[in-house]
């Protein structure tokens, strides 16, 4: 159990303090971030604990997000403990860097304060912007509330460096970001015996010149030294090949970090009395809170409901969903994102993990909260309760979702 537990650890903080925060436990030594809103405020936390000498780090200024994870990939790959942020467009322009990152196999830890994505702008929050970089091969941690972007940054480092993956800690812009709420900072002692220094899978010698990533043709090939070397299909699949085993490395290091600091991340699913429910309410971020004021309000109305919070979108939990909606004649799934001419991008999740397996539960889908517009606990009622009327009523399930605004 942690060393410290007393009042002098909890602080007040908002979302972005708290991850700067986090960031600066995690010894990290290189920055490279380009200002955004809703983010802005983290990094240049962070730049202050610099300054200051509270953290011994190189914060590099850049001209773009672009470059800001160029930067960090750069340095990833020398070495260093790195750490960037970002929102919005910041990760559209990300995007080129976020394929590169992840094919080369570098432990980068990123923070992306949700926002949505124009045209029009929109500084306010939803999940879009994180959610259409899903197929990048990032690893994504969604956190419901500050306390849980403190402990899955620091978890976030120990498992991007324990199987080579970038992560991204993904948190709601404004509702999260700039929300106060009292935090539990573990000791830097505590971190530092949690997270060990960064050991590089590259190593960089002047000495012994390299070159990585050079243009790898489809089929494995010899180098120039003699050695069999994998074709580009090979190293897709063994990336998908470790995303795919993960899910058992995010559980374990949740495990570690229960032992040591009293907080539990073992599970890849936030699970609210789902034991007895007829109905899961299924969300992702601070939604999955306001799911649970939800879930009480219908347990007081007679309706067995529970939540289910997704706290790892990328990989997919899909064992973890199919168990625990094996007991649910009915799954109501909020999105604050979309796929665009389809469906919530979280409900097709959801449908896909279902797929296959014994389980007859119906899947209905509300799009909610889109560009900040707001999303309150009795709207996900009377949603709910919708769409118990339309099981009981033998209604015909649309294959559309619905929208919880006032078009």
């Known amino acids: 159990m942690a060393t410290q537990n007393n009042r002098e650890s909890i602080k007040l903080l908002d979302g972005n303090h708290a991850a700067a925060e986090a960031a600066k436990l995690c010894r990290v030594q290189v920055i490279a971030a380009y200002p955004i809103t809703p983010q802005t405020p983290l990094t240049e936390s962070l730049s202050e604990f610099i300054e200051s000498g509270e953290l011994n780090a190189e914060y590099i200024a850049v001209e773009s997000e672009h470059s800001a994870l160029a930067v960090c990939a750069s340095a990833s790959m020398v070495g260093a403990r790195v750490f960037t942020a970002t929102s919005a467009h910041g990760l559209a322009y990300m995007h080129e860097m976020l394929h590169w990152t992840a094919g080369a196999r570098l432990p980068v830890v990123m923070a992306c304060v949700n926002r949505a994505l124009g045209a029009p702008w929109n500084i306010l929050n939803d999940q879009q912007d994180s959610l259409s970089q899903r197929d990048t091969g990032w690893i994504q941690l969604y956190a419901r509330n500050n306390q849980e972007i403190v402990d899955s940054i620091i978890q976030a480092y120990k498992i991007a460096e324990r199987i080579l993956i970038p ?8 509702l999260l970001s700039h929300t106060e709420m009292p935090v539990e900072l573990p000791s830097q002692e505590d971190v530092d015996s949690f997270l060990p220094s960064y050991r590089p899978h590259t190593v960089l010698d002047p000495a012994n010149p390299k070159n990585y990533n050079l243009v790898t043709l489809a089929d494995p090939r010899m180098n120039a030294n003699g050695v069999f070397c994998h074709g580009y299909m090979e190293l897709r699949y063994l990336l998908q090949e470790s995303l795919q085993n993960a899910t058992s490395v995010i559980t374990e290091v949740g495990q570690e970090f229960a032992e040591l600091f009293g907080r539990d991340y073992a599970r890849l699913i936030w699970e609210d009395n789902l034991e007895d429910a007829d109905i899961a309410i299924i969300a992702m971020g601070s939604l999955a809170m306001e799911a649970r004021v939800a879930a009480g309000l219908l347990r007081r109305e007679g309706y067995k409901a529970g939540v289910l919070g997704l706290r790892v979108f990328r990989p997919f939990p899909k064992n973890a969903v199919v168990k625990a909606l094996k007991k649910n004649r009915l799954a109501v799934v909020f999105d604050k994102s ?19 397996h014994d389980v007859n539960t119906i899947v209905l889908n509300y799009i909610v909260g889109l560009g900040g517009r707001d999303v309150k606990a009795r709207e996900i009622v009377d949603a709910v309760k919708k769409s118990v009327h339309y099981l009981r009523s033998g209604i015909p399930i649309s294959e559309q979702p619905e929208w919880i605004c006032y078009i």
């Not at 992560?167 to 404004?174: H, I, L, P």
């Not at 665009?340 to 993990?353: D, R, T």
């Open 167 to 174: 992560t991204m800690v993904c948190f709601d812009g404004y």
């Open 338 to 356: 979309i796929s665009y001419g389809n469906e919530g991008i979280v409900c097709s999740e959801i449908k896909s993990a279902l797929y296959g």
